[in-house]
């Protein structure tokens, strides 16, 4: 199918707003104030309950923190991988995980992973699915390359009060980068139609959501 070249355009202008942003926030990431970010990774790893062996994926791991406590929860017998758009964040986490071989990083999209078909046991994506333009295309790269009773867990703000509704439509209007929050329904709906069964949603934050889904 030809792609509209304006569509393309968007696309292209979309992904350099997000790789200026993180590229800029990478040199500081692992400081105190980016502290909440910390405190929803060690949220997201603890839900994954990762066994030694397994193949674990983080889709927009920043600096690679939880890449790499993964990485030792698997052991030298599994493996884990963290990509993200941000050529510096991925510069930094390769630096943070320089003693820990069984961790890997890689520039790539959410929308075009260079991973394995079957591949990963478990699958995170912690605070980034709002600024997916086509999350329907991420959610089914995850599907794309997770084992069978592969699991996905997508930590992310949920709009299912009017509250966050109106913070959305804030900052979709003044962050270019955003795209959208998404209710408890919205994500069920996403999860389904890329093949996924919806398994259970947990409150970790004030109105931060983990919404977990797995490969049948």
Same mark, same amino acid.
């Given at each position: 199918?030809?792609?509209?070249?304006?569509?393309?355009?968007?696309? *292209? !202008?979309?992904?350099?707003? +997000?790789?200026? %942003?993180?590229?800029?926030?990478?040199?500081? =990431? @692992?400081?105190?104030?980016?502290?909440?970010?910390?405190?929803?990774?060690?949220?997201?790893?603890?839900?994954?309950?990762?066994?030694?062996?397994?193949?674990?994926?983080?889709?927009?791991?920043?600096?690679?923190?939880?890449?790499?406590?993964?990485?030792?929860?698997?052991?030298?017998?599994?493996?884990?991988?963290?990509?993200?758009?941000?050529?510096?964040?991925?510069?930094?986490?390769?630096?943070?995980?320089?003693?820990?071989?069984? *961790? !890997?990083?890689?520039?790539? +999209?959410?929308? %075009?992973?260079?991973?394995?078909?079957?591949? =990963? @046991?478990?699958?995170?994506?912690?605070?980034?699915?709002?600024?997916?333009?086509?999350?329907?295309?991420?959610?089914?790269?995850?599907?794309?390359?997770?084992?069978?009773?592969?699991?996905?867990?997508?930590?992310?703000?949920?709009?299912?009060?009017?509250?966050?509704?109106?913070?959305?439509?804030?900052?979709?209007?003044?962050?270019?980068?955003?795209?959208?929050?998404?209710?408890?329904?919205?994500?069920?709906?996403?999860?389904?139609? *890329?093949?996924?069964?919806?398994?259970?949603?947990? %409150?970790?934050?004030?109105?931060?959501?983990?919404?977990?889904?797995?490969?049948?």
């Amino acid at each position: 199918m030809a792609t509209n070249p304006d569509d393309s355009s968007i696309e *292209a !202008r979309h992904a350099e707003l +997000n790789q200026n %942003l993180w590229d800029s926030w990478a040199p500081n =990431f @692992d400081k105190k104030r980016f502290g909440i970010f910390r405190i929803l990774q060690k949220k997201a790893i603890a839900l994954a309950k990762l066994q030694p062996d397994q193949n674990f994926l983080d889709v927009g791991c920043g600096t690679g923190w939880a890449v790499i406590q993964a990485a030792h929860a698997v052991g030298p017998g599994g493996t884990a991988i963290g990509i993200d758009l941000s050529e510096k964040m991925i510069e930094r986490a390769v630096a943070n995980g320089k003693d820990t071989p069984n *961790a !890997r990083f890689h520039v790539a +999209n959410a929308e %075009l992973m260079p991973l394995e078909d079957n591949f =990963f @046991d478990c699958i995170i994506c912690t605070n980034s699915f709002h600024h997916y333009l086509h999350p329907a295309v991420a959610l089914a790269e995850m599907y794309r390359i997770l084992k069978t009773a592969g699991r996905v867990i997508i930590l992310d703000v949920e709009k299912d009060d009017t509250f966050m509704r109106f913070v959305d439509r804030v900052t979709q209007k003044f962050e270019p980068e955003h795209v959208s929050l998404y209710s408890k329904k919205e994500f069920q709906d996403l999860f389904e139609s *890329a093949g996924l069964a919806y398994t259970a949603t947990k %409150l970790v934050f004030p109105f931060l959501k983990a919404h977990m889904a797995e490969k049948r």
